[in-house]
Structure formats: structure tokens, C-alpha cells
């Protein structure tokens, strides 16, 4: 009786624990789990980087927009009759060579959200009439909303603005 105990207890113990696979199935595991836990940390840190980076190309596409809106402005004639403002997507709807929707076919709206661009023009002297074109908009971090997601007390969106001041060239 004693060996049939013996038998089934070594085929159990074989069949739950097995020695020479265990060891190579346990470092296996380990090794996967290992690897997991790291690759998100090494993925969250690569990111941290490029998303900073994606906010600061999103900034450079703000200010060459409102440049080219002032350029365009600056050397329409007719400025006076485009001055205004108006959101995305509204602006894209308006008649093409305007300094609106010139500004807005110059911005990535995947990147940038809300944007809000305004023409004006302000005299500080005679003969002197300077063309504003102001670029606003909303920058999404990814890395904030990850923060977010964790209970950090962090903004949901980082605004953008960007001015330029042009010289209107058809004056006095």
C-alpha cells in the first residue's frame, strides 16, 4: 500500500509541480513580468520628451500662421473688409484669400484645439496702421492627462497664443 501512495504522490507532484520545466517555465514568467513593468516605464519616459516637444512644434505652428496672416493682411488693400474673428472649423468655410482662413489653413488642428483667430488693426500714429493677427488655441498634453487619470491636480489643456504685428503697406 505504501508504494501506490508513493507512486500517486510522485505523478501528482510531477504533474502540479514539475522540476525540470518549472524552473525554465517560473524564468520564463519572471522574465515577461520583468519585462512588462520596465517597457511601460521606458515608454512613459520616452514619451514625456516627444510630447513637450509635439507642444512646442504645435507653438511654431501657431506663430508661422498668425505671420502669415499678418503678411497676407499687410499687403491686401482692402484689409479693413476682412478684420474679424472666427473659430475652427467655422473659419474654413470663409471665401479663400481672406487673412482668416488663410491663417487657418496654415495651423493643424489635430494638434491645437479651440483655435481662435482674430484680425485687427490698431494706429498708433498717422500713417502708421499696423495689421494683428492673434492665434489662440488649446494644447492637450498627453503626459497631463495621464496625471489626470491618476488623481494629479494638473490643467486639462495648456493654452497657446501667438501675436504679430505687420506694418499695412497701402498708407499715406
Known amino acids: 500500500m505504501g508504494t501506490k501512495a ?22 520564463k514568467g519572471q522574465a515577461l513580468v520583468e519585462f512588462t513593468l520596465v517597457f511601460i516605464l521606458l ?11 509635439l507642444a512646442f512644434f504645435t507653438g511654431q505652428l501657431a ?27 467655422a473659419c474654413y468655410t470663409l471665401t479663400d484669400g ?11 488642428s489635430a494638434l491645437i484645439r479651440n483655435i481662435t483667430i482674430t484680425a485687427s488693426t490698431s494706429t498708433p500714429s498717422t500713417c502708421n496702421t499696423m495689421v494683428r493677427v492673434n492665434v489662440t488655441g488649446n494644447y492637450n498634453y498627453t503626459f497631463f492627462r495621464l496625471l ?4 494629479a491636480n494638473v490643467p486639462a489643456t495648456v493654452p497657446i497664443s501667438r501675436t504679430v504685428d505687420m506694418r499695412w503697406e497701402h498708407q499715406c
Not at 8 to 27: D, E, H, K, V
Not at 148 to 151: Q, S
Open 6 to 27: 508513493g507512486l500517486w504522490n510522485r505523478i501528482l507532484g510531477w504533474l502540479c509541480f514539475p522540476r525540470q520545466l518549472g524552473s525554465r517555465a517560473t524564468a
Open 43 to 53: 515608454l512613459i519616459i520616452a514619451w514625456i520628451p516627444a510630447d513637450f516637444g
Open 63 to 89: 506663430s508661422n500662421a498668425a505671420r502669415e496672416g499678418a503678411r497676407i493682411g499687410s499687403a491686401d488693400p482692402n484689409v479693413t473688409a476682412q478684420l474679424g474673428t472666427c473659430t475652427t472649423p
Open 98 to 108: 481672406t487673412i482668416l482662413k488663410e491663417t487657418a489653413k496654415r495651423i493643424s
Open 148 to 151: 489626470r487619470f491618476f488623481g
